[in-house]
């Protein structure tokens, strides 16, 4: 891959920023950028930025500041640098990226760069100690700090394997990986949702915790094969589609109704839409429409949509 260079406005001269633990062991640990001085980043314990684990290469990437740009390059790991997603020999940071160099995902932020990088080390240090004896996962962090799309991209191309667990103050969430692929994802171990239904229901969530634990070697009777770029693509589509009708829909838990007498005939329904009739009549709650269709929520709320206006159904 060619050297990648931002295409953002460049960074103010005079300011200061600091590399942020997002993820990974090392969450929460910061380390400044000091201009004009490189920060070598790996595994071997003479370099300024040492970060003890497998996936990091002894002399993974370089990060420095010259002028009023911030540069990184890959030292020809084995796993690789990422930043926002895409694999780089070398490219230009902005604030706000962020970087995934094995498990730990650094975010670019302004701060206070001026601190001397033995301190900065020394606290590093002090951090995934800490985390050891809390048992801290591996690889974790907040949706808030890394948006699930962002999230999904980074352990794609990386080609991570493992469940990415979101957790939320109602609902949990599992993604599936093998080799960066996804091919199954569950909300609340429910079986009435299809896997891509609940990827894109994962979607919208902005709040909750994510966890990458181990692959599970179980195998699932609807798997798929899609790459994470496949499912974004369709996924954020899908999303921005919902979002611009869900003013008219209403409330999850609403119970829709067949109206009595019903005055619109059936046989200018189409078969989907007396599918999702059907299901109105037997389970009633809109809600449960939704989990129970085997259509996406977007094609199901059209339909619930289309139903309401063409009054055959009503809201109780």
């Known amino acids: 891959m060619q050297d990648k260079a931002s295409t953002a406005t460049p960074l103010r001269p005079g300011r200061s920023f600091v590399l942020r633990f997002i993820s990974g062991k090392y969450q929460g640990g ?4 000091v201009p004009e001085k490189q920060i070598i980043v790996g595994r071997s314990s003479d ?3 040492v970060l003890v684990e497998d996936m990091v290469s002894r002399k993974h990437a370089r990060i420095a500041m010259q002028g009023d740009q911030i540069w990184i390059e890959d030292l020809g790991s084995t796993n690789g640098t990422f930043v926002n997603g895409e694999k780089i020999k070398r490219a230009r940071l902005k604030e ?5 160099i094995g498990t730990s995902i650094l975010k670019v ?3 206070e760069g001026s601190r001397d990088s033995t301190d900065a080390k020394r606290e590093l240090e002090s951090v995934a100690a800490q985390r050891r004896t809390s048992q801290a996962r591996t690889m974790s962090g907040s949706i808030e700090e890394v948006p699930l799309p962002d999230l999904l991209q980074l352990f794609g191309t990386s080609k991570k394997n493992g469940i990415l667990v979101i957790r939320t103050e109602d609902d949990i ?3 599936y ?3 960066g692929a996804i091919f199954f994802a569950s909300i609340n171990d429910l079986d009435d949702v299809p896997p891509m239904k609940s990827i894109f229901r994962m979607l919208t969530w902005q709040k909750g915790i994510f966890d990458l634990e181990p692959p599970d070697e179980r195998t699932f009777p609807n798997e798929m094969d899609l790459s994470v770029q496949e499912v974004l693509m369709e996924g954020l589509r899908q999303l921005d589609e919902f979002n611009e009708m869900r003013a008219e829909l209403p409330d999850l838990n609403t119970r829709l109704l067949l109206t009595a007498p019903m005055i619109p005939p059936l046989r200018e329904l189409k078969p989907e839409e007396l599918d999702v009739l059907q299901l109105c009549h037997n389970y009633g709650h809109l809600e449960t429409v939704l989990n129970k269709s085997q259509a996406t929520d977007l094609e199901t709320v059209q339909v619930i949509l289309r139903l309401l206006k063409g009054l055959y159904v009503r809201p109780e």
């Open 96 to 100: 706000g990226d962020r970087v995934l």
């Open 109 to 111: 932020i302004a701060g």
């Open 173 to 175: 969430g599992k993604i």
């Open 47 to 49: 370099l300024d930025m």
């Open 30 to 33: 910061e380390f400044p950028i």
């Open 177 to 179: 990986l093998r080799k």
